[in-house]
């Protein structure tokens, strides 16, 4: 295990025993289940007992990662088939995985879902196990796109399986909002004053504005200058702009649904939410792109019960199980096999004909963490940690 990784984490706030919420990939507040919670650690009871198989008729595996993710890998009853257990705890964000992992959890975890920026962290720390794609016959269903990215793979070796994706829009209201925004800049227009939002997310806030304010696509290597830039623009959007800064995506449906905002920086499930409460939502990748997300299936370094792992691994990238997790949740889905039985709504709400295309449009994405130890004149992930605290503070 890289200890010296692990206490730069610690030392820059990316990692504590007890996440502070600072970096949250997605902010989860007053979700409903089907939309991954609430933002609080919670327990499921056992989703299936009974030993049907006597091979895994003792087998046990823990799940720590996205409320709403575990239904993929029990899909069509395939855990109470095998007769493996699974008991699933529920993230508030990535650092809780890296948390638990390296405070004594390895040897007891099972399965976990970072997504792909903090995937080749954890590989690096050594707290995820190696992948042996032969032993996932689903895999090479797969879209190619998602099948050879860099994050689940690093170096070659598979860390990581793509399980859900999607992106951070510009979403507004297109009863208020008549003419389709092109820039991020477009909420800074006077006549849309106090009627926009940011969220409180430090990921998917700085790269969109950090594309925008830097003129750059690569959001994740840039200099102080144009740190301090990006910053200097989401203060301008939060003192002067701004009606509030959300905790998280399930508040920011809430006030498009009461329609106190009619625009904001986003997340796809966002419109769903809304639209369950009577507000459709439109949304758009302006011209300086976005950020793209990938969230992934891992097994933790020395789970136990490997084999049913497997199992359920597998039957989380069939096509039912993709397409049920992707209409619950409105996720994408990441294999083909899920495309057919979906949804009008889940098909709809992703480019399923052109994903590679999609992504080069939003500017070259998934990115990669910012770097967490100094690369020349780069920005490290401590450095975009203190500018955020400078824009909570302004």
Not at 129 to 145: A, G, Q, S, W, Y
Not at 175 to 203: C, F, Q, R
Not at 305 to 319: F, P, R, V
């Amino acid at each position: 295990m890289n200890k010296r990784l692990i206490d730069r984490l610690m030392r820059t706030g990316v990692l504590t025993t007890h996440p502070s919420g600072l970096v949250r990939m997605r902010g989860v507040s007053g979700m409903s289940r089907r939309t991954f919670g609430k933002g609080v650690i919670a327990s499921s009871a056992v989703l299936a007992s009974g030993a049907v198989n006597p091979a895994f008729a003792d087998a046990e595996v823990n799940f720590l990662g996205w409320q709403g993710y575990e239904e993929g890998l029990t899909h069509g009853g395939v855990a109470e088939d095998l007769g493996i257990s699974v008991n699933a705890t529920y993230m508030n964000d990535n650092n809780q995985i890296i948390a638990t992992a390296t405070g004594g959890g390895m040897g007891n975890m099972g399965i976990a879902t970072p997504d792909h920026g903090y995937t080749p962290v954890m590989a690096e720390i050594g707290i995820l196990e190696e992948l042996d794609v032969e032993r996932l016959p689903n895999f090479p269903d797969l879209f190619d796109t998602f099948k050879t990215m860099q994050g689940p793979n690093v170096d070659g070796v598979q860390y990581g399986l793509p399980y859900t994706w999607g992106s951070i829009p510009l979403m507004y209201n297109p009863k208020h909002v008549t003419e389709k925004p092109t820039s991020w800049l477009d909420i800074l227009k006077p006549e849309y004053k106090g009627k926009v939002a940011l969220v409180n997310d430090v990921i998917s806030v700085m790269i969109p504005f950090t594309m925008t304010a830097a003129s750059t696509h690569t959001p994740t290597r840039i200099t102080q200058d144009q740190l301090d830039a990006a910053i200097d623009l989401i203060i301008k959007i939060k003192t002067e702009h701004a009606r509030t800064i959300a905790s998280g995506y399930g508040e920011l449906a809430d006030l498009f649904a009461s329609e106190e905002i009619i625009m904001a920086q986003a997340w796809e499930p966002v419109a769903a939410w809304a639209g369950d409460k009577g507000v459709e939502l439109a949304w758009t990748v302006p011209q300086e792109g976005t950020w793209t997300l990938v969230d992934c299936l891992a097994m933790i370094r020395n789970a136990p019960d490997q084999d049913a792992i497997y199992e359920l691994l597998n039957n989380g990238l069939s096509g039912p199980a993709q397409a049920h997790v992707a209409n619950v949740n409105a996720t994408g889905a990441t294999v083909m096999a899920a495309v057919p039985l979906l949804n009008e709504r889940a098909r709809s709400m992703y480019p399923y004909d052109n994903i590679a295309g999609f992504l080069e449009g939003t500017g070259g994405g998934p990115f990669p963490l910012w770097p967490l130890d100094e690369d020349g004149d780069l920005v490290t992930f401590d450095d975009v940690l203190n500018a955020w605290e400078r824009f909570l503070k302004a």
